[in-house]
């Protein structure tokens, strides 16, 4: 069975700090995809990245950057120099092959972040 | 804006009365996806529709049942509410399913609050 395990519920940094957002996750297939995905206050879900199992390069998009290492099944996102619009809850995915049939997501808790000005 | 389209936004309702969420899909996508988020389950998946055919099935009620039509739109309907279906239910689309990745778009979501 896939899962998903964002082991931060909630985190609070002061702006301009660094903040790293852990996931974690389980699955037996060798082809899979992982996604973040970000809920501001207002509710809608907005995509961030997905990766591939078989792309492991880091990613880096402005302030934000992902870490993506098979051998711990762990794909953390950093966010550096942290504003307050980043204040969210971000969400961790996980999504099996398509040739399963369904892309259909599964889910981490969320961490929220707060960024305090 | 994502080009999938939820409807209401907002619905409120007593406990046993029936509702309907109605989603429709990015022009082009014939998979649609219904997802809820509640407080206590989190975000979860609850059924997949693919061109007018159920495709994937998750953790939805028996009391929920859902349907895609022939314009590819998807209602997601939900019986005897309790409070705990107070939740948002999002409904995202893609292109298709099951040969190579396909991407999910989501809508705005309807929040659903069960008095």
């Known amino acids: 069975a896939q899962k998903v395990t964002q082991a931060q519920t909630e985190i609070s940094v002061v702006e301009k700090e660094d903040v790293t957002l852990d996931c974690v996750y389980e699955t037996r297939d060798t082809t899979y995809y992982l996604f973040w995905y970000k809920q501001p206050p207002s509710g809608e879900l907005v995509f961030l990245i997905r990766r591939n199992s078989f792309d492991e390069q880091n990613e880096i998009s402005g302030r934000y950057s992902w870490n993506f290492q098979k051998s711990t099944s762990s794909f953390n996102f950093t966010i550096t120099a942290s504003q307050v619009v980043d204040s969210a809850v971000y969400f961790c995915a996980l999504s099996e092959a398509p040739s399963r049939g369904s892309e259909k997501l599964v889910f981490g808790k969320g961490t929220k972040l707060t960024v305090n000005p | 804006d994502s080009g999938v389209t939820q409807t209401p936004k907002h619905l409120i309702t007593a406990t046993g009365q029936r509702v309907t969420l109605r989603c429709s899909p990015r022009s082009g996508d014939l998979s649609v996806y219904w997802y809820q988020q509640s407080l206590d389950q989190g975000l979860q998946f609850l059924i997949q529709y693919y061109n007018g055919e159920e495709r994937a099935k998750g953790n939805i009620l028996e009391r929920f049942s859902a349907q895609q039509f022939p314009d590819l739109h998807s209602e997601l309907n939900l019986s005897s509410l309790e409070l705990g279906d107070s939740a948002l239910y999002f409904c995202?689309?893609?292109?298709?399913?099951?040969?190579?990745?396909?991407?999910?778009?989501f809508g705005p979501g309807t929040r659903l609050t069960v008095l």
């Open positions: 995202a689309s893609s292109v298709g399913a099951g040969v190579s990745y396909n991407e999910q778009f």
